[in-house]
Nanobody, 118 residues
Framework: QVQLVESGGGLVQPGGSLRLSCGSSTRISMINTMGWYRQAPGKQRELVATISSGGGGSTNYADSVKGRFTISRDGAKNTVYLQMNNLKPEDTAVYLC??????????WGQGTLVTVSQ
């Protein structure tokens, strides 16, 4: 059974940086997109960023993170990263990795907690 495992979360002060990583336990074929979502307490899950697997890897970001977060991937390793800079308290959430295959089937990680606080 395929599992996605995230790492890199933790406690950081406002203005700080973290780098999240997500890899799969076994190789996933025909991945269409990889992405990061987040869910804060009492709120719905929201998209943070996605990156396509083909070509130049087109990216898509939530307006709230544009200019601060950067998503990247290593397709050969089925790994996706999220570099988060200038973190704000409102970025506090559980961050979940997603990998979606061509055809729509998708995999989710268990999540990694990011807390931005003094």
């Amino acid at each position: 059974q395929v599992q996605l495992v995230e790492s890199g979360g933790g406690l950081v002060q406002p203005g700080g940086s973290l780098r999240l990583s997500c890899g799969s336990s076994t190789r996933i074929s025909m991945i269409n997109t990889m992405g990061w979502y987040r869910q804060a307490p009492g709120k719905q899950r929201e998209l943070v960023a996605t990156i396509s697997s083909g070509g130049g890897g087109s990216t898509n970001y939530a307006d709230s993170v544009k200019g601060r977060f950067t998503i990247s991937r290593d397709g050969a390793k089925n790994t996706v990263y999220l570099q988060m800079n200038n973190l704000k308290p409102e970025d506090t959430a559980v961050y979940l990795c997603n990998m979606r295959r061509i055809g729509g089937y998708e995999y989710w990680g268990q999540g990694t907690l990011v807390t931005v606080s003094q």
